[in-house]
């Protein structure tokens, strides 16, 4: 008798779904909890200071150095820089001003001051060669033929020499 009860009052109702299990998450949600987890272990709440390195100490020192730990202590915050090995000479008499420009970008002073690595610096890929324009197009190119706004045909045309040229 209770089972017909339950069946009357479930009638009509879909039942809950289950959370499925073995099923992969996305991508975006482990990548996102793993960069976070790394950042912490470094020392840094804010990963900004590293995403955005070049932006806050400059091109030059950027160049030569980036942030591997920040350390917070009792009489302020130690940042540790990976620098090249002729460079941290150099960036210990420029310690106080990128201490400054640190501050200022994180509304606080956070770092007291810099403790520099000597090592290579991972190598950055170069920058893509721009291939120029050029070449021929043979007469029956869709290009050629196109009959619209002359901007739109220029760019065509430059597009369709730069593919022939890399073909």
Same mark, same amino acid.
């Given at each position: 008798?209770?089972?017909?009860?339950?069946?009357?009052?479930?009638?009509?109702?879909?039942?809950?779904?289950?959370?499925?299990?073995?099923?992969?998450?996305?991508?975006? $949600?482990?990548?996102?909890?793993?960069?976070?987890? +790394?950042? &912490? %272990?470094?020392? =840094?709440?804010?990963?900004? #200071?590293?995403? /955005?390195?070049?932006?806050?100490?400059?091109?030059?020192?950027?160049?030569?150095?980036?942030?591997?730990?920040?350390?917070?202590?009792?009489?302020?915050?130690?940042?540790?820089?990976?620098?090249?090995?002729?460079?941290?000479?150099?960036?210990?008499?420029?310690?106080?001003?990128?201490?400054? $420009?640190?501050?200022?970008?994180?509304?606080?002073? +956070?770092? &007291? %001051?810099?403790? =520099?690595?000597?090592?290579? #610096?991972?190598? /950055?890929?170069?920058?893509?060669?721009?291939?120029?324009?050029?070449?021929?197009?043979?007469?029956?190119?869709?290009?050629?033929?196109?009959?619209?706004?002359?901007?739109?045909?220029?760019?065509?045309?430059?597009?369709?020499?730069?593919?022939?040229?890399?073909?």
């Amino acid at each position: 008798m209770p089972e017909q009860r339950e069946d009357k009052k479930n009638q009509g109702k879909t039942p809950p779904e289950m959370p499925r299990r073995n099923w992969a998450d996305t991508v975006a $949600r482990d990548a996102k909890a793993n960069a976070n987890l +790394a950042f &912490a %272990r470094a020392g =840094f709440r804010d990963p900004t #200071l590293v995403l /955005r390195w070049q932006e806050i100490a400059g091109p030059e020192v950027a160049r030569l150095a980036c942030p591997i730990k920040l350390s917070e202590g009792p009489s302020g915050g130690v940042l540790t820089l990976k620098a090249e090995p002729g460079a941290a000479l150099f960036l210990q008499h420029e310690s106080r001003a990128l201490c400054g $420009r640190i501050n200022d970008y994180l509304g606080r002073d +956070a770092v &007291a %001051r810099l403790r =520099f690595v000597q090592g290579p #610096l991972a190598a /950055r890929p170069p920058k893509p060669i721009r291939r120029s324009a050029g070449g021929t197009l043979p007469p029956d190119d869709p290009a050629i033929t196109f009959k619209g706004p002359e901007k739109v045909r220029e760019s065509l045309l430059r597009f369709a020499r730069l593919r022939r040229g890399t073909d």
